[in-house]
């Protein structure tokens, strides 16, 4: 059975994709999986690999010249399914370009963009985590449930990531923090931080790590923190296996609804989830549920005037205000936790 898979980004929403792969490989020792993939999230994941994993790295199409390129690329191939996780305008207009009868697609209350007109099949719809949703397309493939072991979260590393990260001289034990997302609005506030990051010193006396992408928030965030508070900022300073080795290396990972978040719970490393403008439950650090601290149903109560039941599955709390609804002394609580002998 030859299988192409459409998840091109975001960095985070891949890596729930991965052990989806890896347990669909393990399930059918027949089945060639084919994963049209964005350029930036491959740079991550493309040392996680398998005999039978073929990625197909691309850039997300612009044009009418990219799409024709695209789909000349895969002209050669005829697939058995498609596997179609990524519902939005650009990533739709992939779908007819792939030769195949079956194409599985989101429920319409969550494919986007219009994505059920080129796909023939639906899953279900669930008021559930992206990961399990993206489970639901290998299980509707395969007709039986798909067995996801703790393993098959593992983003592999190659060794040179890891020792690349020595010209930072990052010290042997820290905690990270990542402060930024890709919207300012599911930012934590820089006084919060700065008190989280003074309260940790005091407490553990360990070092802090910043972390953070190239982007303009994450280096304006991290400079008004480390303006106020002793940091060893690396923001922007990496690519994406050597933040991931970084947060490999960390304690724990403190982090808002961001793709680090993902990365770290994929290398093993705790995560704590700062959530309110949207619910953890879609979206949150998924094997560290436990110690996301989510603010949703209040955030909807004080900022919409509404009950959680009244609104609707999209819903979001568009505020910066409502993530400040954490406080200091709930992620210092996670803290204790996790790091209970300290």
């Known amino acids: 059975m030859k299988v192409a898979l459409v998840r091109l980004s975001a960095i985070g929403d891949c890596t729930l994709v991965l052990p989806v792969v890896r347990a669909l490989l393990r399930q059918k020792p027949e089945l060639e999986l084919y994963w049209i993939i964005g350029k930036a ?16 790295p691309i850039d997300k199409p612009k044009s009418m010249s990219d799409y024709r390129s695209l789909k000349k ?49 639906r899953i279900d719809f669930s008021d559930e985590h992206l990961h399990d949703s993206f489970r639901r397309f290998a299980e509707q493939l395969i007709q039986s449930k798909l ?85 060893i900022n690396c923001v922007g300073k990496t690519n994406l296996q050597q933040l991931a080795a970084i947060l490999q290396k960390g304690k724990v990972c403190i982090a808002p609804d961001t793709g680090p978040a993902h990365v770290a719970n994929g290398v093993g490393t705790p995560v704590i989830g700062l959530y309110a403008v949207a619910p953890s439950k879609l ?32 819903t979001r709390v568009h505020s910066r205000q409502a993530i400040d609804l954490i406080s200091v002394d709930e992620v210092m609580a996670k803290l204790g936790l996790l790091m209970p002998e300290l």
């Not at 895969?74 to 305008?89: C, G, P, T």
């Not at 979206?283 to 609707?312: C, H, M, W």
């Open 41 to 56: 999230a491959y740079s991550l994941l493309k040392d996680s690999t398998h005999p039978r994993l073929h990625y197909i």
């Open 73 to 121: 690329q895969l002209a050669e191939h005829n697939f058995d399914a498609v596997l179609a996780m990524q519902a939005s305008a650009r990533a739709n207009l992939i779908y007819p370009l792939i030769r195949c009868a079956r194409k599985i697609g989101f429920d319409k209350t969550r494919a986007r963009d219009w994505q059920w007109l080129f796909t023939s099949e």
């Open 147 to 231: 067995e996801v072991s703790a393993d098959d979260w593992s983003i592999t590393l190659p060794s040179d990531a890891v020792s690349s990260i020595a010209d930072l001289q990052l010290p042997e034990s820290y905690v990270v923090i990542n402060p930024a997302a890709s919207k300012l609005e599911r930012c934590w506030s820089t006084a919060n931080t700065v008190q989280l990051i003074q309260q940790i010193q005091e407490r553990y006396q360990l070092p802090v790590v910043l972390t953070g992408g190239p982007d303009k928030l994450d280096h304006e965030l991290a400079q008004e923190i480390e303006s106020q508070v002793d940091v």
């Open 283 to 314: 979206s949150g650090p998924y094997l560290n549920q436990e110690y996301t601290i989510d603010k949703f149903e209040p955030a909807v109560q004080q900022f919409l005037g509404k009950n959680i039941d009244q609104v609707r599955w999209r």
